[in-house]
């Protein structure tokens, strides 16, 4: 267990991170490749909806297993408890290439979508993700030193990014143009499989709802705050996102919107023009900072507590109050990662490897409870709530199998690369 000395966030600092965690790139790109593949915007909104209803669901869960593990390290630590500590190590893993440096560089992906076209064509910064770039390092120089004021800042950030964000859906729901039709010339009815991918990629966008068991251990009175921030903040989260998109898909043509990155752009020009755009443009840009922001300051925490327990290089642990070498570990992969791949290949990879973690974590949170009894472990809704998270999740992730599967190849293939470094690392017990 930590000291009690480094246990200096509260409820507040603890939902503002994952919220941070939250609105990223996801949201302000996803309902552009939605409405390509399912071509209507009630279907979207529904998706948006089912989404929100599994994220509180994973929420809820997850808090019940922090409260009888208020640690640092999130899913490695979960597992590394009740199932194996190689489950725990493949659970780390997938935290540090799916769970972290991947959604780093998606964010990084779209800041550059949004940032890129607001300027010249032949502008050096969007000549490569020059912008995306600039906005890791510099999350990484504000969290690689102290923590306190890495916190500050964040929390800041953060309420201002919430209140600009409800003023744009305020002007979008006054201004928006007249009736248009929900569905797009391609729509051919209700398509399972589609609907099931698009999940996957929403997933990815509500993935921060667990972001603060990652920081568990940093937490004041941990059994009170860990499941009260999660759940307030997956609350708060899953209205915004349901109003925002419904801005975003009602404020131009489907066959404006479809297949778009840059969505929120296109909406806000159609609804205010120009100077609209350039303003919500900014407005996404703080957002998507302070999504990376908080990844470059969650995702080292794992990294840091797996060298604590020598399945990771011991220089990764903590160095004073922060990380140092983990986090600028966490800036120099997820610099490459953003140079290799493309928003629409991350959202898919995410979405389907994350979700296979979860939802592994929730069945081991059912396992512990039959294991040590409901008074124990009490879990909110038992069983239907972690059950409907594990049954949706697994059924999209089939769906993705199937209709993606480059992506979900990637992600079961991160999660067979583990083992062996596994066995390697505690074979050379590393130091």
Known sequence: MPSSDRRSLGLASAAALVVANMIGAGVFTTSGFALGDLGDRRIVLAAWLVGGVVAMCGALSYGAFARRMPESGGEYTFLSRTVHPLAGFLAGWVSLLAGFTAPIAAAAHGLQAYLGAALPPDSLAIDGPWIGTAAIVAAGAMHGVRLREGVVLQNIAVGLKLALLAGFVAAGAALRPGALPDAGPQAGGFDLGAFAVTLVWISFSYSGWNAVVYIAGEVRDPERNLARSLWLATSVVTVLYLALNAV?????????????????????????????????????????????????????????????????????????????????????????????????????????????????????????????????????????????????????????????????GLGLLTVAAGVPVYFWMRRRSVV
Request: hydrophobic letters at 55%; zero cysteines; glycine letters at 10%.
């Open 248 to 408: 975003f898909v009602y404020s131009a043509p489907i066959g404006e919107l479809a297949g778009k990155p840059e969505v929120g752009a296109i909406a806000a020009e159609a609804i205010g023009g120009a100077g609209l755009r350039t303003a919500v443009s900014g407005i996404v840009a703080l957002a998507l900072f302070t999504s990376i922001s908080s990844m470059v300051m969650v995702g080292p925490r794992v990294y840091a507590r797996m060298a604590d327990d020598g399945v990771f290089p011991r220089a990764l642990r903590f160095d004073g109050d922060v990380p140092s070498r983990a986090i600028f570990l966490q800036v120099a992969l997820a610099l490459g990662v953003l140079w290799i791949s493309t928003l629409r290949e991350l959202l898919g990879y995410i979405g389907f490897t994350l979700g296979i973690s979860a939802a592994a974590t929730v069945v081991a949170l059912l396992f512990l409870r039959r294991r040590e009894g409901a008074q124990r472990v009490p879990i909110p809704g038992h069983p239907f709530v972690p059950l409907l998270y594990v049954v949706v999740t697994a059924t999209a992730a089939g769906f993705m199998a199937q209709r993606e599967p480059t992506e979900a």
